[in-house]
């Protein structure tokens, strides 16, 4: 059994590869005393990809160093940050975030039960933190809010107040998290000092900051998920990863920002202590490097071709990534792996700007369905079997819905009661009165006739979309077109489980928090 690392050999493990520190006497001092209490955050957006074995790779160091390291998904912050997860999407892609990085962190040999996973609504939305955000905005400047948040937030001409939130969030956190440190990207740099400016400012304690190097992409610049060639996906094929290495920036004698250079010396030295480049005998063999800088300069000095640099990454990365396809092959992953990322709908050629185009697909996204909560219910002054219902669904005004729901369900029923909306109906008159929405309902087949309405999951709110499971991306149309007969057609195909879920070909209603029932009526139809 080796020996436990001392205080000096700790701090080289935490600090190697680094490029910045922030509070470097504070970390040697905790490391005399006790064990480092460090967290990393990813914001659940964007495909996680190859680059993130670099934050991992770290992760494995400190706990090499004895750390107690805990990982924040951060799901409200992938929000706030200009809606990169659209919130129905948010529950989803933190799910596809926790199997990702768990199977990463497995692929290169950490054991995931020395780390403490947290989502970041586990906590974020407590009486406490919600104060503590009031009372940060109530001494931070908008100037000093913005600047933190430059290189992390996604900067557009308008941008939103959430953007502003952003920083206070991540601050906060170190507190809420009961850490001596926080890691990330130096591109996270402003963030960090504006922590360490206002924590102080509520009475919390200033927290180190570890920062790594923005690893270059493929493409010479930062490895981004919006820009497809510049990453390699973690579910990649290996035809795919051969392709895109072939592509990748790799200059003969050129180290400057040279992506695969980077993976090399952030990723696959520190995992393996050493690197073999792969080469046929005639071209001088194998080669094996325990010493980052020699391969660099050998690479400088084109001792070492780009191609046989790249056929050898291509080897070990496919190593690592392996165990994660493997994973994610089963159906149950792949289901949430394309419901979290559903493909974009493509415009057909020619239609791209021209403003009359009509989508020809009828698909379930194109409908407007949201939770809606009854703030009051009347009987039609001239029609006896309907209802005329105020019903909030997340608007600035609640919507006036006619309901033929008299003779099924009772008045008492229906008051505060939350339900599922269909909004983009074109408004209608029905006995004088205009119906802006119609509540959708399970019906059973035969006699004797009942009527249940939908009942969305415990804890929704107003406003929260329903959508059905992989059709959750897409903008649903501003108004159903009547002659077009949209809702019509997909509605033939709306049927009730024998579990008594609301379906569509088979296919579940969902909102974030989960299925769309009703009450008892198995096998019935929905309208």
């Given at each position: ?6 205080p ?10 680094l490029?910045e ?14 064990e ?22 770290k ?6 160093a ?14 706030l940050?200009?809606?990169?997860a ?38 974020q ?8 955000v009031?009372?940060l905005?109530s ?38 998290l ?5 890691f990330g ?7 960090f ?16 900051h ?8 493929l ?10 060639d510049?990453?390699i ?5 290996k035809?795919?990863v ?15 920002n ?14 393996k ?13 194998n ?18 071709h ?11 990365l ?32 020619g ?12 698909i ?11 703030l ?8 006896d ?59 059973s ?7 249940e ?7 929704c709110?107003?406003?929260e ?9 897409g ?7 009547p ?5 019509e057609k ?7 489980s ?16 989960g ?13």
């Amino acid at each position: 059994m080796e020996p436990a690392p001392g205080p000096q050999e700790k701090y080289q493990l935490i600090t190697r590869n680094l490029q910045e520190v922030l509070g470097e006497d504070k970390l040697m001092a905790i490391l005399k005393e006790r064990e480092l209490k460090i967290y990393w955050g990813t914001a659940t957006t964007g495909k996680p990809h190859v680059a993130y074995f670099v934050p991992m790779s770290k992760i494995a160091d400190f706990l090499k160093a004895g750390c107690e390291v805990t990982i924040l998904f951060a799901d409200l912050h992938a929000y706030l940050d200009n809606m990169k997860a659209p919130w129905e999407l948010l529950e989803l892609r933190t799910r596809y975030y926790e199997h990702v990085i768990k199977a990463m962190l497995e692929s290169i040999g950490v054991p995931l039960e020395k780390l403490r996973f947290v989502r970041g609504t586990d906590y974020q939305l407590s009486k406490e933190y919600t104060l503590d955000v009031y009372r940060l905005s109530s001494v931070v400047t908008q100037h000093d809010a913005k600047k933190a948040g430059a290189e992390v937030v996604k900067q557009v001409e308008h941008p939103l107040l959430s953007g502003l939130l952003y920083p206070g969030l991540q601050a906060l956190d170190e507190e809420y998290l009961k850490v001596d440190a926080q890691f990330g990207g130096v591109d996270q740099r402003k963030i960090f000092t504006f922590a360490e400016k206002y924590l102080p400012s509520l009475g919390y304690a200033k927290r180190i900051h570890l920062m790594n190097p923005m690893v270059p992409g493929l493409t010479g610049s930062k490895m981004s998920s919006s820009e497809e060639d510049s990453k390699i996906d973690l579910l990649d094929r290996k035809e795919d990863v051969k392709k895109k290495l072939k592509k990748a920036f790799c200059e003969p004698g050129n180290v400057e920002n040279n992506g695969v250079l980077s993976f090399i010396k952030h990723v696959l030295f520190p995992l393996k202590s050493e690197f073999v480049v792969l080469r046929e005998e005639k071209w001088g063999g194998n080669k094996t490097y325990t010493a980052y800088e020699a391969l660099e300069k050998d690479f400088a000095e084109q001792v070492v071709h780009p191609g046989d640099l790249k056929n050898s990454v291509e080897v070990a990365l496919n190593k690592l990534l392996d165990p994660i396809r493997e994973k994610f092959n089963c159906p149950e992953l792949k289901k949430l792996s394309s419901a979290a990322y559903p493909t974009p709908s493509k415009a057909k050629p020619g239609e791209k700007g021209t403003k009359n185009s009509e989508p020809d697909d009828v698909i379930p996204s194109r409908l407007d369905i949201r939770v809606g909560k009854v703030l009051s219910v009347e009987k039609h002054p001239d029609a006896d079997s309907l209802y005329v219902e105020k019903i909030d669904v997340g608007e600035a005004e609640p919507r006036t819905v006619v309901s033929g729901l008299v003779q099924f369900v009772p008045k008492e029923q229906l008051q505060d009661r939350l339900v599922v909306l269909l909004c983009n109906l074109k408004p209608q008159k029905m006995r004088g009165v205009e119906s802006q929405g119609m509540v959708l309902c399970a019906s059973s087949v035969g006699e004797p006739h009942q009527v249940e309405p939908l009942d969305p999951p415990a804890g929704c709110c107003a406003g929260e979309r329903v959508y059905v499971e992989g059709y959750e991306g897409g903008e649903p149309d501003e108004e159903l077109k009547p002659k077009k007969k949209v809702f019509e057609k997909l509605q033939a195909d709306f049927r009730v489980s024998e579990d008594c879920v609301a379906q569509w070909k088979q296919r579940n209603f969902l909102t974030k928090l989960g299925t769309v029932s009703c009450k008892s009526l198995k096998g019935g139809s929905i309208s």
